[in-house]
């Protein structure tokens, strides 16, 4: 929630005489770091939310747009195997390296083939009757590629901007909980202005106010929920919530994997399968036996995944190298049909097979939100619901800045003043470092924004007046 500019308490929403004379100056303190996390992370706020928006509708955008590529014109009535739409494809296009294939859950969609060609990432899409392809597609440049990057690396990329859309995420957190706060009706009779807005004078500083305040309560719990379900894929925070999972085998138990000795290999799910689901991408890869045996085909894999029972749409990976292994994986639209299977590539042996059903408390709520996240837990409904919040997210960031500019004075930024008990300032900066330690970087840009206050707003006299009240 953006609330960067919540206004100077209304007379309806604030007490005419104070319990005490501390709750003026925590209010004034929560507001001043609401104000300024508005501020520098409304921007941010907008582009996740639109990405997230655009992603969460992509299999209805994709189907339109790549309609002739995703489905077949005549559908056949006996499927090619797996391996002779391969060696039709390798003729017919020379130099392709095919990384993995996806076999779909609906008799009129193609089957997707991840390659390499000329040294570009590119998808194809065949026809599982006839092995023509359909349609060839660069892979970082679909229209799920392109949204999908935006939404976690603000499409220029990197690990800076990945860190900075996780550390926009974190402190979208405090912005719910501190506007959360600011928001709290100081009277029971307050419904005008905290249940429901106050727009008979439109533009006016109240509408702004109440057109951000009022949604920003509604969409709160919703908000959180999208922005807790997200943080298990960030690059800090993510990596401490599996190493937890980990730690107390909530996310997947030892039993899970069917191989008896941890491999020597630090090599993991993730970095040799596509559709690999949350819980087991740091699933350890165990290596197939080299002994002079014939390499499966495809289609012998494909038997192994129906024999396992695993639910259509999967993905099998192709093995890397001598001991390399098959990988069967789908992170499914039902949580519950989630699987990870690697497959001895000599011998069809099972090494791992792990299931929703072996994922540890964690993994299966994190999976849960994951699937919540994306839009595919309760189909529409939850596209829709989604929409909505992300939405809202661009309203409050919108009606804010109006907000901000009805009350900035001319010269200055507009910032809430600093408390006058320096009690409250203290103690909401403890508070605000506790949330620094749960969520790292916040507590490493909470040390930064201390850091340029102390050394250089502070000693710089145009800097100092334009930042002060």
Known sequence: ?????????????????????????????????????????????????????????????????????????????????????VAKTLRAYPGTSISSITFPDDPKSTIKMETI???????????????????MLNSDKTFSAFFKKMHSELVIGGTWAN???????????????????????????????????RLSKPGSRQFWRDLHAVPAFWLSIFILILISTGLPWSGVLGGQIDRLANATHTNYPPYALSFLAKPDSVTVAKDVADDVPWAAENLPVPE??????????VQDVVAIADKRQVKLPYTIS?????????????????????????IDQYSG???????????????????????????????????????????????????????????????????????????????????????GALMPLVGLSLIVVLLLDLLIIRRIRPLKHWFSA
């Not at 994986?329 to 699987?339: E, I, V, W």
């Open 163 to 197: 860190r900075l859309v996780e550390l926009a995420a974190c402190w979208a957190v405090i912005l719910v909980i501190t506007g959360l706060y600011l928001w709290w009706p100081r009277s029971k009779s307050a419904i005008w202005g905290t249940i429901l807005p």
């Open 117 to 135: 060609r000329s040294g570009t990432p590119t998808t194809m899409y065949a026809d599982p009757y006839t092995g023509n392809i359909t349609g």
């Open 318 to 342: 192709m093995p890397r190298g001598e001991t390399g292994v098959y990988t069967i994986s789908t992170s499914h639209t039902k949580p519950g049909n989630d699987a990870t299977l690697h």
């Open 349 to 435: 042996a099972v090494l791992t097979d792990v299931r929703f059903d072996d994922y540890g408390l964690m993994a299966k709520g994190i999976t849960i939100g994951i699937a919540l996240h994306e839009g595919r837990l309760f189909g529409l409904a939850n596209q829709l619901l989604g929409l909505i919040t992300a939405i809202g997210v661009m309203v409050l960031a919108v009606s804010s800045y109006f907000m901000w500019r009805k009350r900035k004075p001319q010269g200055k930024l507009g910032a809430p003043g600093r408390p006058k008990d320096k009690r409250i300032t203290i103690g909401v900066l403890l508070i605000m470092l506790v949330l």
């Open 288 to 297: 197939s036996a080299v002994g002079g045996y014939i390499r499966l085909t």
């Open 1 to 85: 929630m953006n609330a960067n500019v919540s206004q100077t308490p209304e007379a309806s929403t604030l007490p005419r005489k104070p319990t005490t004379k501390l709750l003026p100056s925590l209010y004034q303190a929560v507001w001043r770091w609401h104000f300024y996390a508005g501020v520098i992370f409304a921007p941010f706020l907008i582009i996740l939310a639109f990405s997230g928006s655009m992603y969460l509708f992509k299999p209805q955008i994709e189907g339109y747009l790549y309609k002739d590529m995703l489905s077949v014109r005549e559908t056949g009535t006996t499927a090619m195997s797996a391996d002779e739409i």
